[in-house]
């Protein structure tokens, strides 16, 4: 399924302001360095960036928000569209990729700076293991989508699922499994529930482990 993409930036020993210098000496159109709306941002403006792109063909009119994530690493943490209320999965990726293909490229070019962009796909499998992934559409696909996990052979079914995603340590968004259900042919409002059932599953799971 399609998700948002994610871009991190390794300073790797490059100061941050050094970093936000490279990137707007080398920026060009549509990009702009957006400095009064990092000095909005408040106390953290001296280690915030923003820049901003007019619409074209290739990119929506966004914002695009770069913060501390942690050690020396900074990531892209919002694109916040000026001219419509939201972005689709494509026109955030697309704006993202522009802004790494055209800005984030050129700027860290011949230094130590690094940068990873994220895939715009996920699955269960590719999070929490083939296990999982298996057990899920073994339950999906079985179960009554009407009654969710009640039924005592779908619980036993959809509690394999749980205890494998949490036997697998996996990052594993709620979200996700949400998605999931629902492209599985699940309703929004039970997709929901078994999704509620899941992040408890996950905390007291992990509550029993750490005891």
Not at 127 to 142: D, L
Request: hydrophobic share 40%; glycine share 4%; charged share 25%.
């Amino acid at each position: 399924m399609k998700i948002f993409r994610d871009l991190y930036i390794h300073l790797n020993g490059v100061d941050v302001n050094t970093f936000s210098e490279l990137l707007e000496n080398t920026s060009k159109k549509p990009w702009v360095r957006r400095k009064d709306k990092e000095e909005e941002l408040g106390s953290n403006k001296e280690r915030s960036v923003c820049f901003e792109a007019i619409e074209n063909s290739s990119v929506s009119a966004a914002a695009l928000f770069i913060f501390p994530y942690k050690d020396e690493t900074l990531w892209v943490s919002n694109i916040v569209p000026t001219e419509v209320s939201e972005l689709t999965y494509d026109q955030y990726n697309s704006t993202l990729e522009n802004f790494y293909r055209n800005v984030i490229l050129p700027a860290i070019d011949g230094t130590a700076i690094t940068a990873d962009l994220t895939s715009d796909q996920i699955s269960i499998g590719s999070v929490a293991g083939n296990e999982a992934e298996k057990a899920f559409i073994q339950f999906s696909s079985s179960a009554n989508k009407s009654t969710g996990s009640s039924h005592p052979s779908d619980r036993k079914r959809w509690l394999e699922f749980l205890v494998l995603v949490h036997k697998a340590k996996s990052d594993l968004d709620t979200d996700v499994v949400i998605r999931a259900l629902v492209e599985q042919g699940w309703s929004e409002e039970k997709a929901i529930e078994l999704g509620i059932q899941f992040e408890f599953a996950e905390d007291l799971l992990s509550y029993i482990q750490g005891r």
